[in-house]
């Protein structure tokens, strides 16, 4: 299947820092990317919908000051955290879709980020 | 009602069993139907893809999809240890809308 790659695998920051997640889709243009969050044993709770040249779409509930989504290029987005605090510690999941040709539709993930903050 | 429904589990075989996952939904623009995998502390791996209704086979994999129940099912022939996980079943009407996600079941396959 597609490649989806994800950076960092896990970082632990100081409350009230930023942080950074990179997704990068590595065998496939995609115009639209996903961005989950997963806490533990519960399933995957879609945060915003980051489409390439244009603003995300936030889901109803989510900080879009809080979670800035950036998707420069076709095969990047970038998730930041602002300011974090000790209740965003989560496990964060990009995804890419691939968007032409027989595959439409199918959904690939990266391999998570695991965010600690203290 | 939820939009998709799936029993959390978790769900106990033993070695060499048939597994059977299943999920229900609601709404009947679906079109688009996946099954994930999900080892813990990883990113879901994708199974299945289905587009519409009808069977799929892929390995000891099926994946099976009736539109008119609203129903979704996958099943693991010959299932092994390393078969553990969660699996979360997904769906979307349209090839670039956000994929609505059951909770997952949690299996276990007793060596």
């Known amino acids: 299947g597609a490649v989806v790659s994800q950076h960092p695998s896990w970082v632990i920051c100081k409350s009230g820092t930023s942080v950074k997640i990179e997704c990068r889709s590595l065998d496939f243009q995609a115009t639209t990317m996903f961005w989950y969050r997963q806490f533990p044993k519960q399933s995957l709770m879609l945060m915003a919908t980051?489409?390439?040249?244009?603003?995300?779409?936030?889901e109803q509930g989510v900080e879009k000051d809080k979670f800035l989504i950036n998707h420069a290029s076709l095969t990047l987005s970038t998730l930041t955290v602002t300011s974090a605090h000790p209740e965003d510690s989560s496990f964060y999941i990009c995804?890419?879709?691939?968007?032409?040709?027989?595959?439409?539709?199918?959904?690939?993930f990266g391999e998570g980020s695991r965010l600690t903050v203290l | 009602q939820k939009e998709v429904e799936q029993d959390p589990g978790p769900l106990s075989v033993p070695e060499g069993a048939i597994v059977s996952l299943n999920c229900t939904y609601s709404n009947s623009a679906f079109q688009y139907f996946m099954w994930y995998r999900q080892y813990s502390r990883k990113g879901p791996e994708l199974l299945m893809y289905?587009?519409?209704?009808g069977n799929k086979e892929d390995g000891r994999f099926t994946a099976q999809v009736d539109k008119s129940s609203k129903y979704i099912s996958l099943f693991i022939r010959d299932s092994q240890p390393s078969d553990s996980a969660t699996y979360l079943c997904?769906?979307?009407?349209?090839?670039?809308?956000?994929?609505?996600f059951g909770k997952g079941t949690r299996l276990s396959v007793i060596a």
């Open positions: 995804s890419a879709r691939i968007g032409t040709g027989r595959n439409t539709g199918e959904l690939f």
């Open positions: 997904a769906m979307s009407p349209s090839g670039n809308t956000p994929l609505v």
């Open positions: 980051s489409n390439e040249g244009s603003k995300a779409t936030y």
């Open positions: 289905t587009y519409s209704s």
